[in-house]
């Protein structure tokens, strides 16, 4: 079923976005496959500084994702993979939403920006790093028409994580 995707704009978050982001985050089924809980509101400062950097220094970043009204919820872009382990050095692209706004296609639009942009920007191809068992953002893969290509095991919680690419 192809239905039409909801309006959505990406803009760099702005300072004022790291407390949106905390509050809407601070929920246990939105961080279920990012350690189960909000992080301190501090680490979302610091995450949305590093956004306007990246954005700055890059033409990406992770952007706030704001729905047809002008509300933030949630973000999505790219920014590099930098831990050690999984895709290192690699662009991942990733979205994470307030719950109300899930299955209403807001994830996918939002992404299909970013593929937009990361490939302007000059990137040949990005990554997503997926918890295997979180099927809503393998479905999003799907939509975006990544394909699996490599298994991972999370060190922190020895779960599985798939790695999509996509060749822009």
Request: with cysteine.
């Amino acid at each position: 079923m192809n239905r039409a995707l909801p309006a959505v704009r990406l803009r760099v978050p702005t300072h004022e976005d790291a407390f949106v982001w905390h509050r809407i985050f601070d929920d246990p089924d939105v961080m279920e496959f990012h350690g189960g809980r909000a992080a301190e509101l501090s680490v979302y400062e610091e995450l949305t500084a590093r956004q306007r950097r990246h954005d700055a220094e890059r033409g990406f970043c992770l952007w706030s994702v704001l729905d047809g009204s002008g509300q933030v919820v949630g973000f999505t872009g790219a920014q590099p993979w930098e831990r050690d382990w999984g895709p290192t050095g690699e662009i991942e692209i990733g979205w994470r939403l307030a719950r109300e706004h899930w299955g209403k296609g807001y994830a996918t639009a939002a992404a299909r920006q970013t593929l937009e942009r990361v490939s302007a920007a000059g990137l040949k191809g990005v990554v997503a790093m997926v918890d295997a068992r979180n099927s809503r953002s393998v479905a999003v893969t799907r939509r975006l028409g990544m394909r699996l290509a490599e298994t991972f095991t999370i060190p922190s919680s020895s779960r599985e994580a798939h790695c999509y690419r996509l060749d822009l």
